[in-house]
């Protein structure tokens, strides 16, 4: 419990800040990640912050980055994971590009659900955004559903001006699929300038454009995981298309329930507040675990009661460094 009373019990671990491609709104331009290796924190310094965690309530993991799936070792921490005692789910958050040949071995290892970035369809646009190519997102997907994992969901960033034409491609995909699709506003996070009056695209204005297609059902129920997003199901296709409004939902905060940990070893309590605690000094010099479960609840107290992205924030690094 953090002091609103929110139960945090959802811990998002990045396990890298590198990436095999260079989303406009995430990678700055030129960034190459820490420069050194030991920056990161290894697998089993991960392990101990988890089985820490799991220790103080914390139930549900996400592995993200950057790529996690750029990480060699990611099955064997996701085995790590699955012997703790307490850790009831593990997600991954990837572009889905290394789906094709990770998407077994990551389920057998005890992957549960998986989130997968697409912002477009098409070739050029999807390489506009992302530097990468859509055809490799594509055949991940084909292997993820291949896989058998519980949830696979569709994330797309709004940009107006930029892929809004794809929105509705993407909601009709996600229908034939099955597979929910989540509409994110553009945050701050790396930069602010992706945040122009120009190129943001509120949840709201999203729904509006999907409602000139179909009708939209409120599935206030609906909770497809642990995230954020608001459900509705669209009538007619039957698409389920959750929106995450961080910038333009008032009450977005009240529900939050996680906490991060950044690759090179800070908890983050929220993503939108520059706060941040070092554990990986501890985990490096203190053999005792006492230490690091001291550290992990003094973040907890200091979880703010919501972000500052409408607070003139001020992005100090990358959303890569951070975890997503
Ligand atoms: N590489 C993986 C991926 O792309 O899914 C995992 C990390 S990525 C940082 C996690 C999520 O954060 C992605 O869905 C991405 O679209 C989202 N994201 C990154 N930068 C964002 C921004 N400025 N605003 C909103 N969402 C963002
Ligand atoms: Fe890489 Fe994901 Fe960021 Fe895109 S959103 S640059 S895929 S970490």
């Known amino acids: 419990m953090d002091t609103f009373g929110r139960t945090i019990d959802y811990l998002r671990i990045s396990v890298t800040d590198r990436c095999n491609e260079r989303c406009l709104y995430c990678m700055p331009e030129g ?27 914390f139930r549900k993991f996400r592995l993200t980055g950057g790529e996690p799936l750029v990480r060699a070792d990611l099955p064997d921490i996701v085995r790590g994971m699955r012997a703790i005692p307490g850790v009831e789910h593990i997600g991954i958050s990837t572009n889905g590009t290394k ?3 990770l998407a077994q071995p990551l389920r057998e290892a005890g992957v549960g659900t998986v989130n997968v970035s697409l912002d477009a369809f098409d070739p050029i646009l999807y390489r506009r955004i992302t530097g990468g190519d859509v055809q490799a997102v594509l055949s ?30 993407l909601v009709l995909f996600a229908a034939e699929h099955g597979l929910p699709l989540r509409l994110i506003e553009l945050m701050p996070v790396t930069t602010t300038d992706v945040l122009t009056e120009k190129n943001f695209m509120s949840v709201g204005e999203a729904m509006e454009l999907l409602r000139q297609k179909d009708e939209l059902i409120p599935q206030p129920d609906w909770r497809l995981g642990f995230g954020p997003a608001k459900y509705y199901q669209l009538k007619h296709t039957g698409a389920r298309v959750g929106f995450i409004g ?36 501890a985990l490096r010099h203190e053999p005792d675990d006492d230490a690091i479960q ?11 009661l919501e972000h500052s992205f409408r607070n003139a924030y001020q992005p100090c690094r990358p959303m890569t460094a951070i975890g997503g």
């Open 31 to 57: 960034y190459k990640g820490w420069e050194r290796k030991p920056d990161h924190l290894t697998a089993d310094e991960i392990l101990r912050v988890a089985r820490v965690a799991a220790r103080i309530g």
């Open 99 to 101: 789906l094709a040949a």
């Open 140 to 169: 991940g997907l084909r292997a993820a559903v291949a896989a058998g994992f519980e949830c696979i969901k569709l994330n797309t960033v709004l940009m107006r001006g930029v892929n809004e034409q794809e929105i509705w491609p």
């Open 246 to 281: 961080a910038m333009t939902n008032l009450h977005f905060c009240e529900t939050c329930n996680k906490m991060r940990l950044t690759a090179d070893g800070k908890v983050r309590p929220c993503l939108g507040d520059h706060g941040e605690i070092d554990l990986r000094h």
């Open 294 to 304: 001291d550290l992990l609840r003094a973040a907890l107290q200091r979880k703010p």
